[in-house]
C-alpha cells in the first residue's frame, strides 16, 4: 500500500465540523482569571499564545499547566492565577506540536515540525539537549518512570525511543505504520509504546521483546487521532476522525474477537482528543465540533458536554481529582473548566438516572469512607478511595518554577 501522510492542521475540515463564526473582541471575566458562571460549568480562559494551542497539560499535582502552541512557543502557567509563570520561545523554529513533562523532574520535551526534540528546565529556561530527527515530528511522551522519552516522526512513519536524561536514541523503528502517526504513548508501566495513525490502526511496540507484539485493525472508518490508557494499562481508548471512540480491553484480549467497545452519543464531528481521569471512571474527549465531552465509563455514555470554544478543541487532560479539566484549541486559547459540582448539574443527574449507574460502592480501607468503583478498575485500585492514594507521596515531588 502507498504511504499517504497527513498534515492534521492545514488538510481540510475533518467532517462534521461547524463553520467559523466572526470573533468580537467582548469582556469576558474568565479571561480575567475569574471563574466565569454563565454556563453550568464554570470556566477560565487563558489567553498568551498567539496561534493554534496543539496541546496542553496539567501537571505538578496539578497546580500548573503546560501548553505548546503553532506560534513556535510552550506555556507554563498557574492555575490558581491564570497567569503564565514561564514562556519558553525561541527554542524551535516551527508548530510545536506536542509537549510533555518528565515525571520526577522539573524538565520537560517538545517535538516540532522542525524536526528537533528538545528538552528544557522549566525553573531555568535552559535548553538541556537538543536533537534533530530525520523528519517532522508529530507526537511525544515520557514514560512513567521518567527514564524513556518516545516520538513520532512524518513521513518515516516511525518512532524513535530515546533516553530523557540525554536525548540519545535507544531504539528507531521505522515504517511503524504505513502513514502518519498521529499519537504515542507509554503504557503506565513503561514496557510498551501505543502508537496510533491515519493508517486507522493500533500497535503496541514492546520495549523488551523490541518488536510490536500487538497489531489492531482499528475499524475506524477515518483517521485514529489519539490514544490513551487506563492508570491499569489494561485499557485503552482511541479516538478518530470518524466522530467516534473506542474502548479496547488489552488484558483480556477480547479486542482479538469483538473489537473496540464504541462510547455511545458522541460528538457531532470529528474526536481529536482523549484522556482518562486517575480512577478510570471518566473519560474526557476534544472535537473539531468546539466542544468538550465527558463519558462515564461504567455505561460508556456521554454525561455532559462543554462549550466554549470558538473553534477545534485540540487537547484534553484532566486533574486526578476529577475537578478540573483543562483544554486547548485552534482558536488560540487554552480552557480550564471546573469540574468540582459536575454531579449536581441537572443533566448529569439525568443521564445517570435514564443510563443506570453500573458503579459498585466500596468503602475505603484508609478513611473508611464510601468510593465509587467502575468496571475500568481493578484490583490494584480497589482498597482506597482516589482521595487517599493521591495523599500518599512519592519519593520525590517537583516543584513548578516561582511567578516571574
Not at 338 to 366: A, D
Request: contains cysteine.
Amino acid at each position: 500500500m502507498a504511504s499517504t501522510n497527513i498534515d492534521p492542521l492545514s488538510v481540510a475540515e475533518p467532517s462534521g465540523v461547524v463553520e467559523d463564526e466572526e470573533e468580537t473582541e467582548e469582556e469576558d471575566p474568565a479571561a480575567a482569571g475569574e471563574w466565569s458562571r454563565d454556563t453550568q460549568v464554570p470556566g477560565k480562559v487563558l489567553r498568551a499564545h498567539s496561534d493554534v494551542v496543539t496541546a496542553s497539560r496539567l501537571c505538578f499535582n496539578d497546580r500548573c499547566i503546560l501548553s505548546c502552541s503553532a506560534d513556535r512557543t510552550a506555556i507554563l502557567w498557574e492555575v490558581e492565577t491564570c497567569r503564565p509563570l514561564r514562556v519558553f520561545d525561541g527554542v524551535h523554529s516551527k508548530t510545536i506540536t506536542e509537549c510533555s513533562l518528565i515525571p520526577n523532574t522539573n524538565r520537560m520535551v517538545t517535538v516540532s515540525w522542525d524536526k528537533k526534540m528538545v528538552s528544557t528546565d522549566l525553573e531555568t529556561g535552559q535548553t538541556l539537549w537538543r536533537r534533530r530527527q530525520a523528519g517532522l515530528l508529530t507526537s511525544c511522551s515520557s514514560s512513567p518512570d521518567g527514564r524513556l522519552l518516545v516520538c513520532s516522526s512524518d513521513p518515516q512513519n516511525g518512532v524513535y525511543i530515546s533516553d530523557a536524561a540525554s536525548g540519545h536514541t535507544l531504539h528507531h523503528v521505522t515504517d511503524h505504520h504505513r502513514s502518519t502517526i498521529t499519537r504515542c504513548r507509554f503504557d503506565p508501566q513503561s514496557q510498551r509504546v501505543a502508537s496510533v495513525s491515519a493508517d486507522r490502526s493500533i500497535k503496541l511496540w514492546d520495549l523488551l521483546a523490541h518488536k510490536t507484539t500487538v497489531n489492531i485493525d482499528s475499524n475506524h472508518s477515518n483517521v485514529v487521532s489519539d490514544c490513551c490508557f487506563t492508570t491499569s494499562g489494561y485499557f485503552l481508548c482511541t479516538a478518530s476522525w470518524d466522530k467516534s471512540l473506542k474502548l479496547w480491553d488489552l488484558q483480556a484480549g477480547g479486542f482479538r474477537s469483538q473489537g473496540g467497545m464504541p462510547l455511545q452519543r458522541g460528538h457531532q464531528g470529528s474526536v481529536s482528543s482523549c484522556s482518562f481521569s486517575a480512577d478510570a471512571s471518566l473519560l474526557v474527549s476534544g472535537s473539531y465540533d468546539r466542544t468538550v465531552a465527558l463519558w462515564d465509563m461504567s455505561s460508556l455514555c456521554q454525561t455532559l458536554i462543554l462549550r466554549g470554544h470558538s473553534d477545534w478543541v485540540t487537547d484534553v487532560s484532566i486533574s486526578a481529582d476529577r475537578k478540573l479539566v483543562v483544554s486547548a484549541s485552534k482558536d488560540r486559547t487554552v480552557r480550564l473548566w471546573n469540574m468540582e459540582n459536575m454531579e449536581e448539574i441537572p443533566q448529569v443527574l439525568e443521564k445517570r438516572r435514564t443510563q443506570g449507574t453500573g458503579i459498585h460502592i466500596l468503602k475505603c480501607e484508609e478513611c473508611r469512607k464510601t468510593f465509587p468503583v467502575s468496571r475500568l478498575q481493578t484490583s490494584e485500585l480497589l482498597t482506597r478511595c482516589v482521595f487517599c492514594r493521591l495523599k500518599s507521596p512519592s519519593r520525590y515531588r517537583p516543584q513548578p518554577p516561582p511567578l516571574m
